[in-house]
């Protein structure tokens, strides 16, 4: 029977004798039985879904399209009905089976992503995201209506679908924070400003629709079983939600209390007796005549967010459900949609209505953002990500195609109207807005180099575990802190978004948030070592707690907003207490884009040593220098690490050694680099002959070739306690042929890769700095230019570029 039927057939028994297949080798066809052909959907469900993401994904679509798609191509629109691999996976007496566990997958996701959804946002919102939530549900509702009644006087049309059209007006107009929150996380724009604004204001919106939605839902079942059983399904929603929040909330909260105290990972058990109180809410909705996720969604938004218990459940159902339950939904409602039985004229009337809900919701956000004086390619990107539809929007008209208030045809055309708008929606955004932009807006130079020598020097500290605690708070004694150069650092500790949507941003210094006091014991380390230089170092301290492919966006950020000269961020491997060497992928693409985007210099550090040598007491209470190396080759890093070497040197326990590298016969075609360098190396030692520092020493070793360098490096690893060197050189010259093909970590360069490569035996701490890259070679040019213009009081014209 073809998969059409699936659409307005009925399947009314089925031979009970064996539904499990004994296997081909006892003559029995494993796709006659109901568990082979469900474990064939869900793997062929699955498996087309991640492939056309992966296409899909360098585009900028969200996982919706790929999924929608996945399910038109597996229905009746694509192959007629007529394919017979199809048929043998997806005959029509297995779709009960398969949709009863897709949906009871809908109901877990949704459920989780209510687990996710923190509740305090709005406490938070602002008035503008107040003002363009409430516009955003208004303003589409409003055109919709007018055009659903414009075209029922005025076109002629079909019959059912004139009778629905207000409906079908009402529910493309409809939003949610569950779909807008998903689509934030496909294309990592979740904890960028527009990210986190339109998290704010699509939770106003969405709880404004859902609200509306329940209302319509409820007198409609009233009005079709005509009886007035309105005050009993609205006062059953309400001994609901009751029942959630002052006995299920309070045992999840006792759940919570139960697992900090013993300091340990929550029990199974609990995690089972929420997922019960999950199926339970779903029955209860069911029960009293409501669609069965209301339950779960109430439930969801009760489970407090976060560790312990938020993040358990997401670890143990997130990945399952999205990856395998979720598609096999998406098939189930895609054999539900045949393009073929179409009609053109009521197509083009749904999508008219679809551009009128899109329009409604660009304007109710674009005017306001631009009233309260947001660029227009921010306001422009923002309303496009408050049009995005999706899953949530989807059971909706599943859900008003059971009562219904639209029919099978509306339901296809809507459907794919959802995805033709969010489809174009996706790139565009991708396009137009690129939160990195204003971070290489800036014309002015955020770097050591071009700090004030007598100036208050600003850094930003990024920690992601307490094992870079010691290595960072000696570093930054290491970095001289005086009454006339003092230090002020920003600490950031960066964590990963688990168990919540919404990410966190949580300023210490007003101690106002509740999660305060998970962060204390790293935050009370370096509130110690301000302590100690209370006149000499000021500190504040942050939380940002996002997904690691978005992390770099807040570094960047506050890094901006700050005015700091480098960000400091710790290399992703590093020695834990027990001396093993811990490693983290996540945080080395977290180095990578903040490498790339960073407003400032940037600093990696790497720690090879161990934990108590650089601990913060051994550095201040040590009676031998602290030896401190710069390998000196040629370009605007190496100069950065150099300026930061020499405020080092100036420290009374430091002893400085700076090592230059020379070739025979340079032949590099950028002069402009070596009279940068020149004259930086001539400031350096200016600065050591008239400051009177006795423990500085500046060498220049002549080397050939590769071999020469690595000898350098090789006789250096066992000499000092922290070397510096510069990230980016020049891979074309004599010294560095070759060495690319054996470069392991590229974001260190490959000095710094090499004196990481475990193939060196020191155990000396490294820092590889990059200067701030403003734009290519016109930084450069512009620092030539000046240079020449107060060395030889020259007028520069600007190169000529042709």
Aim: proline share 4%; charged share 15%; aromatic share 10%.
């Amino acid at each position: 029977m073809s998969t059409q039927a699936a659409q307005n057939g009925s399947w009314v028994c089925q031979p009970s004798s064996n539904y499990q297949s004994r296997g081909i080798f006892f003559g029995d066809t494993p796709f006659s039985y109901g568990s082979s052909i469900l474990l064939a959907q869900l793997s062929l469900s699955s498996l087309l879904t991640s492939l056309l993401q992966c296409i899909l994904t360098p585009l900028g679509e969200s996982s919706f399209i790929s999924q929608m798609l996945v399910g038109l191509m597996l229905g009746p629109s694509f192959y007629g009905g007529d394919s017979p691999v199809l048929e043998a996976i997806f005959p029509f007496k297995s779709f009960y089976v398969s949709e009863t566990f897709a949906f009871f997958g809908c109901l877990v996701f949704m459920f989780l992503v209510g687990v996710k959804m923190d509740l305090t946002i709005i406490q938070r919102t602002g008035r503008k995201a107040m003002v363009i939530g409430v516009l955003a549900f208004i303003s589409p509702l409003f055109i919709n209506f007018i055009l659903a009644s414009y075209l029922k006087n005025s076109i002629d049309m079909d019959l059912q679908l004139k009778n629905s059209l207000t409906a079908i007006g009402a529910f493309q107009a409809s939003s949610s924070f569950h779909v807008i929150a998903c689509y934030l996380a496909d294309i990592n724009l979740l904890n960028s400003d527009i990210g986190r604004l339109a998290l704010s204001s699509s939770m106003i919106s969405g709880m404004l629709s859902w609200f509306a939605i329940v209302v319509v839902f409820t007198v409609q079942q009233t009005s079709n079983r005509q009886q007035d059983a309105l005050p009993w399904m609205a006062l059953c929603i309400v001994c609901m939600i009751i029942l959630v929040i002052y006995i299920l909330r309070p045992i999840m909260l006792w759940i919570i209390e139960q697992t900090n105290n013993s300091g340990r990972v929550i029990k199974e058990g609990y995690v089972l007796l929420v997922f019960l109180m999950l199926l339970f809410c779903a029955l209860f909705s069911e029960f009293v005549g409501q669609h069965f996720m209301l339950g779960p969604m109430i439930l969801g938004l009760a489970v407090p967010d976060g560790p312990p218990l938020g993040t358990a459940l997401v670890d143990k159902l997130d990945s399952f459900v999205s990856s395998v339950m979720l598609p096999c939904y998406f098939v189930i409602s895609g054999a539900r949609i045949n393009l073929s039985e179409i009609n053109m004229r009521s197509a083009w009337i749904v999508q008219v209505l679809a551009l009128g809900s899109f329009l409604g919701k660009l304007i109710g956000t674009v005017l306001p953002s631009l009233y309260c004086k947001m660029p227009l390619v921010d306001s422009l990107s923002l309303g496009l990500i408050m049009s995005t539809q999706g899953i949530a929007d989807i059971l909706v008209l599943q859900h008003a195609m059971l009562l219904f208030m639209i029919d099978q045809k509306s339901y296809a055309m809507m459907v794919v109207a959802m995805m033709v708008v969010t489809g174009m929606i996706s790139p565009i955004v991708k396009i137009i807005y690129n939160p990195s932009k204003k971070y290489k807006s800036t014309s002015r130079r955020r770097t050591i180099e071009h700090a004030s020598p007598s100036g208050e020097l600003r850094l930003l500290v990024c920690i992601h575990h307490h094992d870079n605690t010691p290595s960072i708070i000696n570093l930054l004694e290491v970095s001289n802190p005086t009454l006339k150069s003092p230090i002020y650092f920003y600490l950031l500790h960066l964590l990963q978004l688990t168990g919540r949507a919404s990410p966190l941003f949580i300023d210490h210094q007003n101690g106002s948030h509740h999660d305060s006091q998970r962060f204390n014991p790293i935050i009370n380390a370096f509130q110690i070592y301000q302590k100690y230089n209370y006149d000499k170092v000021s500190m504040n301290a942050f939380t940002s707690i996002a997904p690691y492919v978005s992390m770099h966006d807040d570094v960047c950020m506050l890094a901006l907003e700050k005015r700091v000269a480098m960000v400091i961020v710790p290399f992703h491997e590093w020695r834990a207490v027990n001396g093993i060497m811990d490693s983290m992928n996540q945080i080395r693409g977290v180095n990578k884009n903040i490498l790339s985007k960073a407003p400032c210099s940037v600093g990696i550090l790497i720690d090879r040593v161990s934990l108590q040598s650089t601990a913060m007491m051994s550095m201040m209470n040590r009676v031998d220098l602290y030896k401190v190396g710069m390998l000196f080759v040629e370009g605007a890093d190496d100069r950065e690490a150099l300026a930061y070497a020499t405020r080092m040197a100036e420290h009374p326990m430091v002893a400085l050694t700076v090592v230059r590298l020379m070739l025979p016969e340079s032949k590099t075609e950028r002069r402009a680099e070596l009279i940068l360098d020149s004259e930086m190396l001539n400031e350096f030692k200016r600065i050591m002959e008239t400051s009177g520092i006795q423990h500085c020493v500046y060498e220049e070793e002549m080397v050939k070739d590769c071999v020469g360098l690595i000898n350098v490096i090789r006789s250096m690893e066992q000499n000092y306690d922290l070397m510096l060197v510069g990230r980016r050189h020049d891979g074309e010259s004599e010294l560095f042929l070759g060495l690319n093909e054996w470069n392991e970590y590229p974001e260190l360069g490959i000095i710094g890769d090499m004196f990481a490569s475990t193939d060196f035996s020191g155990a000396v701490a490294m820092l590889v700095v990059q200067q701030q890259t403003i734009g290519n070679d016109e930084d450069l040019l512009d620092d030539f230019r000046c240079l020449m213009e107060e060395s030889f009081n020259v007028d520069i014209k600007p190169f000529n570029n042709n």
